[in-house]
C-alpha cells in the first residue's frame, strides 16, 4: 500500500536533490532553491511519471488507475513544458514594463519582481520522467 505513496516522494527528493547539486555547481543555493519550479530536472514530471509507472507495474495497462494516472501525468507535463513558460514569458514582460517606468517609485516598492523561469524544457521533462521511471521500477522489484 506504501509503495503508491513512497515511489512518488522518493522519485521528487531524488530529483530535487539533483537539481540543488546542479544549481550549487554554478551559484550559491538558497533556500527557494529547495523547491524551485524550473532547471533540470523537473520534480513535478517525475512525481506523475512515478505514480503512472507504479499503476501501470501493479495493476497493467488496461486498468482505470493507470488510466487515471496517464490523463493526470500528461495535464502535468503539458502544463510544465507549456503553460509554465508562457507565464515566464510574460513575467518577463512585466518586470520590463515596471522598470521602464522610473519615474514611479509605487511600483518598483510595491510590486514584488515576477518569475521569469517557471517552466522545463523537454530534456528537463525527460530526465524527470526517467527517474520516476527508475525509482517505481526499482519500488517494484525491491519492496
Known amino acids: 500500500m506504501y509503495i503508491y505513496l513512497l515511489a512518488p516522494i522518493v522519485a521528487f527528493t531524488i530529483a530535487q536533490g539533483l537539481k540543488i547539486i546542479l544549481r550549487a555547481s554554478v551559484r550559491k543555493i538558497t533556500w527557494h532553491d529547495i523547491f524551485a519550479y524550473s532547471d533540470m530536472p523537473s520534480g513535478h514530471t517525475s512525481v506523475v511519471v512515478a505514480i503512472t509507472t507504479i499503476m501501470a507495474l501493479e495493476f497493467g495497462i488496461n486498468s482505470p488507475f493507470f488510466a487515471i494516472a496517464f490523463v493526470f501525468a500528461t495535464i502535468v507535463i503539458v502544463d510544465a513544458i507549456g503553460l509554465r513558460n508562457y507565464l515566464g514569458l ?18 518598483d516598492h510595491n510590486y514584488p519582481k515576477q518569475l521569469e523561469k517557471i517552466g522545463h524544457t523537454p530534456a528537463q521533462v525527460i530526465v524527470g520522467g526517467i527517474i520516476g521511471i527508475l525509482t517505481s521500477l ?3 522489484l525491491f519492496y
Open 138 to 140: 526499482g519500488f517494484f
Open 90 to 107: 510574460h513575467g518577463k514582460t512585466i518586470n520590463i514594463l515596471v522598470k521602464d517606468l522610473d519615474e514611479d517609485d509605487f511600483l
